[in-house]
Protein backbone atom coordinates (compact mmCIF):
# COMPACT_ATOMS: atom_id res chain seq x y z
CA UNK A 1 0.00 0.00 0.00
CA UNK A 2 1.55 3.34 -0.90
CA UNK A 3 -0.06 6.69 0.62
CA UNK A 4 0.62 10.39 -0.15
CA UNK A 5 -0.56 12.65 2.54
CA UNK A 6 -0.12 16.84 2.86
CA UNK A 7 3.13 17.75 4.50
CA UNK A 8 0.55 19.38 7.24
CA UNK A 9 -0.37 15.69 8.13
CA UNK A 10 2.70 16.93 10.87
CA UNK A 11 0.40 18.89 13.38
CA UNK A 12 -2.69 16.89 13.08
CA UNK A 13 -1.97 13.97 15.58
CA UNK A 14 -4.75 11.42 14.72
CA UNK A 15 -3.57 11.62 11.18
CA UNK A 16 0.15 11.60 12.19
CA UNK A 17 -0.46 8.28 13.82
CA UNK A 18 -2.50 6.80 11.88
CA UNK A 19 0.77 7.48 9.24
CA UNK A 20 3.01 5.84 11.77
CA UNK A 21 0.66 2.92 12.22
CA UNK A 22 0.45 2.32 8.73
CA UNK A 23 3.96 2.13 8.08
CA UNK A 24 4.50 -0.02 11.36
CA UNK A 25 2.31 -2.83 8.93
CA UNK A 26 4.33 -2.09 5.98
CA UNK A 27 2.89 0.29 3.99
CA UNK A 28 4.76 3.30 2.30
CA UNK A 29 4.01 6.92 3.44
CA UNK A 30 5.23 9.95 1.98
CA UNK A 31 4.28 13.49 1.70
CA UNK A 32 3.47 16.74 -0.65
CA UNK A 33 3.03 20.51 0.66
CA UNK A 34 -0.54 20.36 -1.73
CA UNK A 35 -2.58 17.56 -3.39
CA UNK A 36 -4.07 17.94 -6.54
CA UNK A 37 -7.14 15.98 -5.19
CA UNK A 38 -8.16 13.00 -3.56
CA UNK A 39 -7.55 9.73 -5.00
CA UNK A 40 -7.99 6.27 -4.31
CA UNK A 41 -7.09 3.26 -6.75
CA UNK A 42 -7.16 -0.23 -6.31
CA UNK A 43 -5.01 -3.30 -7.76
CA UNK A 44 -4.95 -0.42 -10.82
CA UNK A 45 -8.44 -1.67 -12.09
CA UNK A 46 -10.38 0.99 -9.92
CA UNK A 47 -10.44 4.82 -8.63
CA UNK A 48 -12.16 6.78 -6.41
CA UNK A 49 -11.80 10.30 -7.16
CA UNK A 50 -14.07 13.11 -6.14
CA UNK A 51 -17.11 14.56 -8.16
CA UNK A 52 -15.73 18.02 -7.29
CA UNK A 53 -11.98 18.14 -6.17
CA UNK A 54 -12.93 21.63 -5.11
CA UNK A 55 -15.13 20.08 -2.35
CA UNK A 56 -14.63 16.44 -1.71
CA UNK A 57 -17.43 16.40 0.54
CA UNK A 58 -19.99 16.48 -2.25
CA UNK A 59 -19.32 12.84 -3.61
CA UNK A 60 -17.14 10.57 -5.07
CA UNK A 61 -16.96 8.23 -8.33
CA UNK A 62 -16.02 4.69 -8.35
CA UNK A 63 -14.42 4.24 -12.33
CA UNK A 64 -13.48 1.26 -13.37
CA UNK A 65 -13.08 2.19 -16.91
CA UNK A 66 -8.99 1.19 -17.93
CA UNK A 67 -8.40 4.59 -19.38
CA UNK A 68 -9.57 6.86 -16.69
CA UNK A 69 -8.20 4.45 -14.12
CA UNK A 70 -4.87 4.56 -16.14
CA UNK A 71 -4.84 8.45 -16.18
CA UNK A 72 -5.55 8.64 -12.57
CA UNK A 73 -2.50 6.35 -11.62
CA UNK A 74 -0.46 7.96 -14.02
CA UNK A 75 -1.35 11.53 -11.59
CA UNK A 76 -0.82 9.41 -8.57
CA UNK A 77 2.89 7.94 -9.90
CA UNK A 78 4.01 11.82 -10.59
CA UNK A 79 2.83 13.02 -7.42
CA UNK A 80 4.54 9.67 -5.01
CA UNK A 81 7.27 10.66 -7.03
CA UNK A 82 7.69 14.43 -6.17
CA UNK A 83 6.90 13.31 -2.22
CA UNK A 84 9.09 13.20 0.74
CA UNK A 85 9.19 9.76 2.42
CA UNK A 86 7.03 9.93 5.72
CA UNK A 87 9.87 10.58 8.51
CA UNK A 88 11.75 12.98 6.71
CA UNK A 89 11.84 16.42 7.33
CA UNK A 90 9.23 18.15 4.40
CA UNK A 91 11.31 20.62 1.80
CA UNK A 92 11.05 24.13 3.46
CA UNK A 93 13.56 25.99 1.23
CA UNK A 94 12.35 28.46 -1.65
CA UNK A 95 15.13 27.21 -3.66
CA UNK A 96 13.66 23.54 -3.47
CA UNK A 97 10.36 23.11 -6.29
CA UNK A 98 8.63 20.56 -4.06
CA UNK A 99 8.69 22.92 -1.02
CA UNK A 100 5.97 24.68 0.68
CA UNK A 101 6.94 27.80 0.30
CA UNK A 102 7.07 27.39 -3.24
CA UNK A 103 3.83 25.67 -3.29
CA UNK A 104 1.99 29.02 -1.70
CA UNK A 105 3.74 31.18 -4.26
CA UNK A 106 2.18 28.74 -7.12
CA UNK A 107 -1.35 28.79 -5.55
CA UNK A 108 -1.07 32.68 -5.27
CA UNK A 109 0.16 33.05 -8.82
CA UNK A 110 -3.05 30.99 -9.94
CA UNK A 111 -5.22 33.73 -8.00
CA UNK A 112 -5.99 31.82 -5.32
CA UNK A 113 -7.19 33.24 -2.07
CA UNK A 114 -5.50 33.08 1.05
CA UNK A 115 -8.57 30.81 2.86
CA UNK A 116 -8.45 28.35 -0.47
CA UNK A 117 -4.44 28.34 -0.53
CA UNK A 118 -4.40 27.48 2.99
CA UNK A 119 -7.10 24.96 2.56
CA UNK A 120 -4.92 23.07 -0.52
CA UNK A 121 -1.93 23.24 1.66
CA UNK A 122 -3.86 21.65 5.08
CA UNK A 123 -2.55 24.48 7.27
CA UNK A 124 -4.58 27.12 9.09
CA UNK A 125 -4.91 30.67 7.31
CA UNK A 126 -3.10 32.21 10.10
CA UNK A 127 -0.11 29.61 9.17
CA UNK A 128 -0.38 31.28 5.31
CA UNK A 129 -0.41 34.23 6.07
CA UNK A 130 3.09 33.52 8.64
CA UNK A 131 4.18 31.95 5.32
CA UNK A 132 3.77 35.28 3.31
CA UNK A 133 5.16 37.62 5.82
CA UNK A 134 8.38 35.24 5.79
CA UNK A 135 8.69 34.93 2.25
CA UNK A 136 7.55 38.76 1.82
CA UNK A 137 10.84 39.31 4.25
CA UNK A 138 12.89 36.64 2.37
CA UNK A 139 12.16 38.11 -0.94
CA UNK A 140 12.66 41.49 0.37
CA UNK A 141 8.75 42.79 -0.64
CA UNK A 142 7.38 45.78 0.76
CA UNK A 143 3.38 44.41 -0.83
CA UNK A 144 2.26 41.41 -1.95
CA UNK A 145 2.32 42.64 -5.57
CA UNK A 146 5.97 43.07 -5.12
CA UNK A 147 6.24 39.41 -3.60
CA UNK A 148 5.04 38.40 -6.78
CA UNK A 149 6.93 40.19 -8.96
CA UNK A 150 10.45 38.70 -7.03
CA UNK A 151 9.06 35.65 -6.89
CA UNK A 152 8.70 35.74 -10.81
CA UNK A 153 12.41 37.18 -11.23
CA UNK A 154 13.26 35.27 -9.03
CA UNK A 155 12.14 32.01 -11.46
CA UNK A 156 10.22 30.53 -7.78
CA UNK A 157 6.94 30.64 -10.04
Same mark, same amino acid.
Given at each position: MRSVYLDSIRNAPGTLEHARWLTGRGAEV $?? *?PAL #?? $?LWIKDRELAMVPIDPADSAAGAVLLRQPG %? *??AFLALFEAVWASAVPFGEAPRRSLEDPG?? #?RELL $? +? +?ALG???EAAARRL???LRSERRLISELMERLDARSRFQLGQ $? %? *?ENGYV
Open positions: $RT *V #PM $R %A *VTSQ #P $R +L +LYTDGIS $R %A *V
